[in-house]
């Protein structure tokens, strides 16, 4: 076999070979003259026309978007299809072929990077946002929780749902000056409503009767809560009061069920209201009657549900019984009012022990002589906020009688000891006492930015007896006040009450029981600014002093300036009869007693100096930073 020579490119010497052979084999033709034949070029001839230029390496041109003609040949393979290819309109431009034009390679992934970099910090944008008002959600619910503190063994919601309430009750009202009470109310009621649900914190609570007690007209009674904690309860009784509350700044008003808005009675459009009031601008429609509910539960509903409930301290239900009946008076049901005032006093006397019951005369409503040991809290509270009724519905002879009997008990009460002073190690004004360091300081301050505090302790039930404290002392002075009020106000003529001494005043036009009414507001404004002033009386009586300075120094006022207007007519009548007054050609005819002021006048004056040094007093202590409850500088402006 012949030996096979491998496959190999041709070369420059194989075509000269084949070119020799060529000549030899064939005879030659015509002589035509030709050029002879140019060997085959090593590479493709260069392209001369438009020849590239050096890309920069720092320079970035725009051969990627429109590049020259390539050198390689043109094949039809190497084309896309002319069906395939966009077709571009001869006066327009094809949007679609050109942006594929524009999208290059490194421009597709310079937007994708951007895009990325956008997403990512949007989303960590957004996300310290909800962050932030998580923390800002946070430091709001632990500034209500503070201030009003609610019961720990309450769900997270009930508790949310309580400091909701209160905040929008009074935080909202403190910094705005008024109160969203539907917004309010809806709190309360869906607070209470969780409260009394077993299968959420309700668990323990039972029914006083099978079924319940449903009276007519006002609803179901109210729940045996003696099975569950003090704290449990005392958020219970709040909860309740707090609907009540929101319930009588409620009462008459609708919920349109088709918008479930809430809106006043004298704006719905219907029978009942021939002639509604415009709604303010920027609010809803008004609502047509057919299309509206009741908005809220009647006050006596939740009112009779407290005073029913099982479980409840004395106060607690007298405080809703003088809550009620105040209730009413405001509705102008005064006898419905003095039942629920005579109801209130009943709860305070059921509390005495056996024996102990006849503190109170049952036909006057005043309390008995001699029976300050029996005395208690509630007995003292009933009986003033029953005679003060009697006071406002004109019936001054059984108020004043009341009001005498409880001023005389609380004079019999036993004396307060003396407050205990207790000496801080920590007092700066002792030199050897150990000062804090600065990281103890700051523990501490962490340590009550960080744990809540405790949950209050439970306030005297008002069954105890009272002791003579500034407290009470400035309760003395709120009677006085309440006395001279009924005094001056009282047509009878009669001297035998018993009444600080006051100066007779021959000329002056008050009768007896007027001036004895001004002889009893001068004591009792007396009485409450030195109480006051006293360093032993803690806040809360300095709170009440400035109560009752309010309203003595503000009944002063009125008095006195009665006074002044009758004693300026008596002046003018004796002018008139004197024949005062009558031009006689020289002087004005009047004489000095005459032109000089009277002593009601002179005494205006006294209450004005007296108004002036008070406000004083109060800008003084609040400077000082001593405080004086929640009076202040403006309290008689």
């Not at 000089?596 to 006294?606: A, I, L």
Request: charged share 25%; net charge positive; proline share 9%.
């Amino acid at each position: 076999m012949g030996r096979v020579l491998p496959t190999h490119q041709p070369t420059i010497s194989t075509y000269a070979g084949e070119a020799i052979l060529h000549s030899m084999m064939y005879p030659p033709r015509l002589s035509i003259s030709r050029k002879p034949l140019l060997l085959r070029p090593l590479r493709p001839p260069k392209v001369r026309q438009n020849p590239l230029k050096p890309r920069l390496f720092t320079h970035n041109s725009q051969l990627l978007l429109i590049s020259p003609p390539s050198p390689r040949p043109q094949l039809p393979f190497l084309h896309a299809s002319s069906a395939l290819r966009p077709h571009r309109p001869r006066n327009g431009v094809n949007l679609q072929y050109e942006l594929s034009r524009l999208l290059t390679t490194e421009r597709k992934k310079y937007i994708k990077d951007q895009v990325w970099l956008a997403t990512k910090w949007t989303a960590y944008g957004w996300t310290a946002i909800g962050l932030g008002l998580i923390m800002l959600f946070g430091v709001q619910e632990e500034r209500v929780e503070r201030k009003f503190p609610s019961p720990r063994e309450w769900t997270w919601l009930s508790r949310h749902a309580w400091r909701c309430a209160k905040g929008q009750e009074v935080l909202v009202t403190e910094e705005f000056g008024m109160t969203d009470w539907a917004n309010v109310g809806s709190h309360y009621k869906g607070l209470v409503a969780r409260l009394e649900n077993p299968a959420k914190d309700g668990a323990g609570i039972t029914e006083t009767v099978e079924g319940g007690i449903l009276v007519d007209g006002i609803g179901k009674t109210g729940l045996d809560v003696s099975g569950k904690s003090e704290p449990w309860r005392r958020g219970y009784h709040e909860a309740l009061m707090g609907a009540a509350r929101a319930a009588e700044h409620l009462d008459g008003w609708v919920k349109d069920d088709t918008r479930l808005l809430v809106f006043p009675p004298e704006v719905v459009i219907g029978p009942s209201n021939p002639r509604p009031k415009p709604v303010p601008p920027g609010v809803a429609s008004a609502p047509r009657e057919e299309d509206c509910t009741p908005a809220y539960e009647s006050p006596e509903s939740i009112y009779t549900k407290v005073l029913t409930t099982i479980g409840f301290t004395t106060r607690q239900r007298l405080d809703a019984a003088l809550a009620y009946a105040n209730w009413l008076e405001f509705k102008d049901l005064p006898k419905s009012a003095e039942e629920m005032y005579d109801w209130g006093l009943d709860i305070a006397i059921s509390a005495l022990p056996p024996g102990a019951d006849n503190v109170i005369d049952p036909t006057t409503r005043t309390i008995k002589p001699d029976t300050t040991p029996s005395l208690t809290s509630n007995i003292l509270l009933a009986t003033t906020s029953l005679a003060i009724h009697h006071a406002r519905t004109t019936n001054l002879s059984t108020a004043l009688p009341m009001l005498l009997s409880v001023l005389r008990a609380r004079r019999s009460l036993p004396a307060a000891p003396p407050p205990i002073l207790h000496f801080s190690i920590l007092d700066d004004t002792d030199p050897d006492a150990p000062q804090p360091s600065l990281t103890s300081t700051i523990i501490s301050m962490l340590r009550s930015l960080i744990i809540t505090p405790r949950y209050p302790p439970a306030p005297p039930d008002g069954n105890e007896l009272p002791k003579r404290d500034g407290k009470e002392i400035c309760e003395e002075a709120g009677l006085m006040v309440y006395i001279g009020e009924i005094l001056f106000a009282s047509k009878s003529q009669s001297n035998s009450t018993s009444k600080p001494k006051s100066t007779s005043r021959s000329t002056s036009p008050a009768t007896s029981q007027e001036e004895d009414g001004l002889a009893w507001t001068r004591q009792a404004v007396d009485v409450a600014e030195s109480t006051f002033i006293h360093p032993d009386t803690d806040n809360e009586g300095r709170k009440r002093c400035l109560e009752c300075l309010d309203v003595g120094l503000g009944n002063w006022r009125k008095m006195v300036g009665k006074l002044v207007v009758a004693e300026n007519e008596e002046r003018g009548r004796r002018r008139e009869r004197s024949g005062v007054g009558r031009s006689r050609g020289f002087g004005d005819g009047h004489s000095s007693e005459e032109q000089g002021e009277g002593p009601w006048m002179r005494e205006e004056r006294v209450v004005e100096e007296r108004m002036k040094s008070v406000r004083a007093l109060l800008l003084q202590r609040r400077l000082n930073g001593k405080g004086a409850g929640d009076g202040g500088m403006l309290l008689f402006g």
